[in-house]
């Protein structure tokens, strides 16, 4: 992960700028989210969304906020050990490492403080920078869902991936 970009906890402070993020052409394409998103609408859903079962991370290039990733765990027990994901990049910072600091962050929290043994997530079928990152991570593809969303105009197809940690790992050593 380069030095310049920091992962954390996103704070209210940061709703205008996630705002901005998710606004992006290129952002709110890869994403469920739709243009045009007032400040007040994400400040309402960010209100009504995090407890102790979903955690909202950004990412920061030189203290500004180019990305967020969002992580929800499964509610009912028998899905208990199962997460979701969801992430978007600012447009000037994709392919620069925010989303693969957020992802390694992420992971690490699923897997190493949530004991969460599979994440889950669906991509557009046609991002294929956003495929190869999930790949890098270990996601695998699992199915095809046609016509998963309208976008732009059209729909567009889904990959369901998932990265599968069944086994319990060794402690690292500090």
Known sequence: ?????????????????LTEVLNQPQAVWGTLQTPFTSIA??????????????????????GVVAGSIGLHREVPHRRSHVAGL?????DD???????GAMMQA????????????????????DNARAIA??????FERE????????????????LAMARLRL????EPVP
Not at 41 to 62: M, P, S
Not at 93 to 99: L, Q, S, T, W
Not at 106 to 125: G, P
Not at 145 to 157: E, M, S
């Open 143 to 158: 199915g095809l869902l046609r016509a998963y969303a309208w976008r732009d105009g059209r729909y567009v197809d889904s």
């Open 1 to 17: 992960m380069s030095q310049d970009i920091v992962v954390r906890a996103a704070e209210p402070s940061d709703i205008p700028r």
């Open 93 to 99: 910072y994709a392919g620069r490492g925010v989303g």
């Open 106 to 125: 992420v992971i690490d929290l699923a897997e190493r403080w949530w004991n969460v043994r599979r994440i889950e997530l669906n991509v557009y079928a």
């Open 41 to 62: 609408e994400r400040q309402r859903r960010f209100d009504q969304t995090f407890d102790a079962n979903h955690v909202l991370l950004v990412g920061e290039v030189k």
């Open 86 to 90: 969801g992430m978007a990049v600012h």
């Open 167 to 170: 086994q319990p790992q060794p």
């Open 133 to 138: 990152l999930y790949e890098r991570f270990g």
